[in-house]
T-cell receptor
Framework: EAQVTQNPRYLITVTGKKLTVTCSQNMNHEYMSWYRQDPGLGLRQIYYSMNVEVTDKGDVPEGYKVSRKEKRNFPLILESPSPNQTSLYFC???????????FGPGTRLTVL | DQQVKQNSPSLSVQEGRISILNCDYTNSMFDYFLWYKKYPAEGPTFLISISSIKDKNEDGRFTVFLNKSAKHLSLHIVPSQPGDSAVYFCAASERGSARQLTFGSGTQLTVLP
């Protein structure tokens, strides 16, 4: 089944404790991206990657890191999480040739 | 400043009637528009899109209309079904930046049986 998977789905952590949210897609998509969803703000892009070893900042990159060492994986790293990073995070992937993006199920992160 | 706005946080319609969801944008560089549907505990799924060279695109019960002069688009669902109850997000991308989507804040549609 073609899909984007994220792990974990739920995470509660404390301020300053480094964490990684994994994202993997099995559709051989070139493009991958991370978004956060907050009430009243919709989805805002954090980082995106057009291909392996190519990453770029989105609209809200502060406090996040990403890497794209393999085509299928695009982990989101929070080196020192803070409470304002409490949010619902979505990973997405897509073909380089069109606009449609396929989203993962989301990761709900709470930073205490 | 939000470049894509969905001013109605929620909308309720009766089953069988038309649902009209609205979206306004401010960036004149946007040239491609998409609608996504999101159920609770799931990621958004693509619904329908439209390029700025068109003013209408249809896919079954779903039609998107684009009014470039007013910087406005709308999604029509006819007839509405209870399974259409979800949050609908409007998204837009700029010429040359097709991979960067700017999303609206979403509209919760409830279709009443």
């Amino acid at each position: 089944e073609a899909q984007v998977t994220q792990n974990p789905r739920y995470l509660i952590t404390v301020t300053g404790k480094k964490l990684t949210v994994t994202c993997s897609q099995n559709m051989n998509h070139e493009y991958m991206s991370w978004y956060r969803q907050d009430p009243g703000l919709g989805l805002r892009q954090i980082y995106y990657s057009m291909n392996v070893e190519v990453t770029d900042k989105g609209d809200v990159p502060e406090g996040y890191k990403v890497s794209r060492k393999e085509k299928r994986n695009f982990p989101l790293i929070l080196e020192s999480p803070s409470p304002n990073q409490t949010s619902l995070y979505f990973c997405a992937s897509g073909r380089a040739s069109d606009n449609e993006q396929f989203f993962g199920p989301g990761t709900r992160l709470t930073v205490l | 400043d939000q470049q894509v706005k969905q001013n109605s946080p929620s909308l309720s319609v009766q089953e069988g009637r038309i649902s009209i969801l609205n979206c306004d944008y401010t960036n004149s560089m946007f040239d491609y528009f998409l609608w996504y549907k999101k159920y609770p505990a799931e990621g958004p799924t693509f619904l329908i899109s439209i390029s700025s060279i068109k003013d209408k695109n249809e896919d079954g019960r779903f039609t998107v209309f684009l009014n470039k002069s007013a910087k406005h688009l709308s999604l029509h669902i006819v007839p509405s079904q209870p399974g259409d109850s979800a949050v609908y997000f409007c998204a837009a991308s700029e010429r040359g930046s097709a991979r960067q989507l700017t999303f609206g804040s979403g509209t919760q549609l409830t279709v009443l049986p």
